[in-house]
Nanobody
Framework: QVQLVESGGGLVQAGGSLRLSCAAS????????MGWYRQAPGKQRELVAT???????NYADSVKGRFTISRDNAKNTVCLQMNSLKPEDTAVYYC???????????????WGQGTQVTVSS
């Protein structure tokens, strides 16, 4: 019933920028914390950035100063502005959200389908 859809991935040269967005669709839910994770081939999925419902961000050390996470609760969206991209940022980026339904009251952990980010040297 609830879906997370990411967009904005693509191919960019080192030093360039990309902006990822994630939109939640459906009804009868609210969103707690949201975050972006990434997974490179043969690697474990790792946290990139998170943001609370009230807008408090947290970043992995590897992206601090380069990435900015934001959200719009009215639109049920979260974005990740990525600047000064490096080849090591290449990965599939996944949107994550904690979804709470009202009737009945339940908590779910949702993941988007992923969007590819490729940074060339």
């Amino acid at each position: 019933q609830v879906q997370l859809v990411e967009s904005g991935g693509g191919l960019v040269q080192a030093g360039g920028s990309l902006r990822l967005s994630c939109a939640a669709s459906g009804s009868g839910f609210s969103i707690n914390d949201m975050g972006w994770y990434r997974q490179a081939p043969g690697k474990q999925r790792e946290l990139v950035a998170t943001i609370t419902r009230r807008g408090t961000p947290n970043y992995a050390d590897s992206v601090k100063g380069r990435f900015t996470i934001s959200r719009d609760n009215a639109k049920n969206t979260v974005c990740l502005q990525m600047n000064s991209l490096k080849p090591e940022d290449t990965a599939v980026y996944y949107c994550n959200a904690g979804i709470v339904t009202a009737t009945p009251i339940r908590l779910y952990d949702y993941w988007g389908q992923g969007t590819q980010v490729t940074v060339s040297s």
